[in-house]
């Protein structure tokens, strides 16, 4: 069983909701990761906070805000989606936060659709 | 720009078979190569990783081999079995760096 939690497993959302991805660990890793997989893709960079700051932004479109309130938790939250932003979002949380060997343990993801 | 591919999008290989899965990398800079396994409707599970100063490390039923003379990687798994199929990606770090670069996948099927 993966020790990333990742809710909720499934999201169906309208181009004007509001909603939020949540992810947690509790491995006392410093470095918490999202990407974005789409089908047959490899998953793709989003967000990296490391110590609880953001240190990487792949440059994502400001409708999709990360937050990362405490070393444990991790949040997505997601506005003004378009429909192309369907895909798989995937957490990971890695113990080194300067990158170190990439060993990332993921989450099962949460699958978003957008109508 | 740097890249992380693989060489086929699909193998099909016989239980108990070796399969054999290659990738090409570009950036000679990468200190740490990954292999993932990622089975459907999961997360990517991380397999095994090699340092660029080493050419072969081995796992349980796993092998990965680094020629960094043609940037290539290969993960080699003995006996395959069924609970083995699943999309393979291998991936690239470069320490310091905390953007793990993922290959474009190979699809490995388990024909009994």
């Known amino acids: 069983d993966t020790e990333v939690t990742q809710t909720p497993k499934h999201l169906v959302m309208g181009m004007t909701n509001k909603k939020s991805l949540k992810c947690e660990q509790h491995?006392?890793?410093?470095?918490m990761y999202w990407y974005k997989q789409k089908a047959k893709k490899p998953p793709e960079l989003m967000f990296v906070?490391?110590?609880?700051?953001?240190?990487i932004n792949e440059s994502v479109p400001s409708r999709f805000s990360p937050e990362c309130p405490n070393s444990s938790l991790l949040n997505l939250h997601l506005h003004a989606l378009q429909p192309e932003d369907s895909a798989l979002y995937l957490c990971?949380?890695?113990?080194?936060?300067?990158?170190?060997?990439?060993?990332?343990?993921f989450g099962e993801g949460s699958r978003l659709t957008v109508l | 720009g740097e890249s992380v591919g693989l060489h086929l999008p699909t193998l099909s290989v016989q239980e108990g078979d070796n399969s054999i899965i290659n990738c090409a990398y570009s950036?000679?800079?990468?200190?740490?190569f990954i292999w993932y396994k990622q089975e459907s409707g999961k997360g990517p599970q991380f397999i095994i990783d090699?340092?660029?100063?080493?050419d072969k490390r081995q796992g349980q039923r796993v092998t990965v081999l680094l020629n960094k003379t043609v940037k290539h990687l290969s993960l080699q798994i003995a006996a395959t079995q069924p609970g083995d199929s699943a999309v393979y990606f291998c991936?690239?770090?470069?320490?310091?760096?905390?953007?793990?670069?993922f290959g474009q996948g190979t699809r490995l099927t388990i024909n009994p």
């Open positions: 990971a949380s890695s113990p080194f936060s300067t990158g170190g060997t990439g060993e990332l343990f």
């Open positions: 090699i340092r660029s100063n080493m």
């Open positions: 950036n000679s800079a990468s200190d740490y």
């Open positions: 491995m006392g890793h410093r470095a």
């Open positions: 991936a690239e770090n470069t320490q310091g760096a905390q953007k793990l670069v």
């Open positions: 906070y490391s110590y609880e700051k953001l240190s």
